[in-house]
């Protein structure tokens, strides 16, 4: 299964909460929480491929243009899945990983998800009908190593077409 993640400038490790002006870019190697979730994915049978990032401000500057690019990079790179997030508190990336994750669905028919903590509620109230969106705590709260565990697990169900429903019952909002 392969694996691109969708970052903001901070998980990406591009730039810190006030650099919300970093432009789209993308690494070959897995960068943040997909270190941390290697283990997971290598259970589910996953790779991270691609890690693609941008500032949440860069985002919020051109929403429909930025998140074109994402998806024609996506299609570009013919992963399995997508993952945006996860996003945990951060208002600007959540926002951002449930607009990308649906329009990837929407517009290359690749499975995508968004991942973000409760924190988050007016975006999980706008996109839990149209896409899953997977719990997380927020920065530095407890349950991260079970949140990136669900985020492999919907992963592998999502592209096998086997189980999605009782993994996004089990992990998702």
């Known amino acids: 299964m392969k694996v691109i993640m969708i970052y903001d400038q901070i998980q990406a490790g591009a730039g810190i909460k006030d650099d919300h ?6 690494k070959k ?7 941390m979730m290697e283990p997971y994915l290598k259970a589910a049978g996953g790779r991270v491929i691609a890690c693609l990032y941008c500032g949440d401000g860069f985002f ?17 790179l013919k992963p399995d899945v997508v993952m945006c997030g996860p996003a945990f508190n951060y208002l600007g990336y959540g926002r951002m990983a449930a607009r990308v994750a649906k329009d990837i669905m929407d517009t ?3 499975p995508a ?61």
């Open 60 to 76: 919020e500057a051109d929403p429909q243009e930025v998140s074109r690019k994402f998806c024609a990079m996506v299609a570009k």
């Open 21 to 26: 002006m970093v432009p789209l870019a993308g």
């Open 113 to 173: 998800f968004a991942a973000m903590s409760q924190e988050n509620e007016e975006t999980i109230a706008e996109y839990k009908a149209q896409i899953h969106i997977v719990k997380t705590p927020k920065k530095g709260g407890t349950g991260l190593n079970e949140a990136l565990e669900g985020m492999c697990i919907l992963a592998k169900a999502m592209t096998e077409k086997n189980g999605e429903a009782e993994a996004a019952a089990k992990y998702c909002f």
């Open 29 to 35: 190697e897995p960068v943040g929480p997909a270190i």
């Open 108 to 110: 290359t028919g690749i």
